[in-house]
């Protein structure tokens, strides 16, 4: 099991950079194939993006395609993941959960452990 918490969420104004991390326990963080999603009040979460458990692989939503980058650091004492927001824009107000899968691919939305998440408020 892998216990993950989020990070970096907070109020930003539009068209800024924006880095969520997401730390996860355990000393077996490289086994995860780690994804980001995001959920307004009302309305179903949404996948943001995906990272293999090398971090080779990447997939992300169109929604957020060119904006949005996903790294992770598989050293033992970092187990982060990160999800780099560049030109924010009010639509990306959301909470944003990090998730991690034992499953090999990043176009799966199924996950099977997750933060409980942090809130990004952009403002026009």
């Known amino acids: 099991q892998v216990h993950l918490v989020e990070s970096g969420g907070g109020l930003v104004q539009a068209g800024v950079s924006l880095r969520l991390s997401c730390v996860a326990s355990?000393?077996?963080?490289?086994?995860?194939?780690m994804g980001w999603f995001r959920q307004v009040p009302g309305k179903e979460r949404e996948f943001v993006g995906a990272i293999s458990r090398g971090g080779t692989y990447t997939n992300y939503a169109d929604s957020v395609k060119g904006r949005v980058t996903i790294s992770r650091d598989n050293d033992n004492a970092k187990n982060t993941v990160y999800l780099q927001m560049h030109s924010v824009k009010p639509e990306d107000t959301a909470v944003y959960y990090c998730?991690?899968?034992?499953?090999?691919?990043?176009?799966?939305?199924?996950?099977?452990?997750w933060g409980q998440g942090t809130q990004v408020t952009v403002s026009s």
């Open positions: 998730a991690a899968k034992q499953g090999l691919r990043v176009d799966s939305r199924e996950y099977d452990y």
């Open positions: 355990g000393r077996t963080f490289s086994t995860y194939t």
